[in-house]
């Protein structure tokens, strides 16, 4: 069955670009998980967006009770295509079900409640590991700009693979 929405669940809206430029480059309608409980009915097959957290797709769980999902997409710091398979695990998807992973960003600022103080804790303790860390990767020393200084990794080309597939299925 092919996609007839994208849904998605942000928390930082980086989640929320990625979606709306899918639906651009789709035509597909886009709802956030929220407005999709009114207006997209059950049962319909959808591509879902969520923010990570902890290797959890949030919304994931909920969005799948009520919608076929046709394709997952995690959006998070690290690298487009990356952690796939701990994505995978984590979030007890379907071996069939495609995943894709996405590099958004990292804002404190956009950031509420327990997720700023999370990710406060997190930024110190992670970005202090990769800092003393002799021996890092590029993808590393990615990770500890963007753990230091924030920023945004949203780009287009970062939706390569998602459209690839979509336009397959077509």
């Not at 059950?42 to 290797?55: D, E, F, Q, R």
């Not at 996405?102 to 990710?119: A, E, P, S, T």
């Amino acid at each position: 069955m092919n996609p007839n929405a994208i849904v998605y669940t942000s928390n930082t809206g980086y989640t929320r670009q990625y979606a709306t430029l899918l639906g651009e480059k789709t035509g597909l309608p886009v709802y956030s998980l929220e407005e999709a409980a009114s207006r997209l009915p059950c049962g319909n097959c959808v591509i879902y967006l969520g923010w990570l957290m902890a290797g959890k797709v949030q919304g994931y769980a909920k969005a799948s009770k009520r919608y076929q999902i046709a394709a997952v997409c995690g959006v998070g710091m690290g690298a487009t295509g990356t952690q796939m398979q701990d994505l995978r695990k984590a979030n007890a998807l379907p071996a069939a079900l495609p995943v894709f992973t996405l590099q958004g960003g990292f804002d404190l600022d956009r950031l509420h409640g327990i997720y700023k103080l999370m990710m406060t804790v997190m930024a110190k303790t992670a970005g202090k590991g990769l800092a003393d860390k002799a021996d890092r990767t590029p993808e590393e020393d990615a990770m500890l700009e963007l753990m230091l200084h924030g920023g945004s990794r949203f780009s287009v080309e970062n939706l390569n693979d998602v459209l690839d597939w979509y336009q397959m299925r077509r």
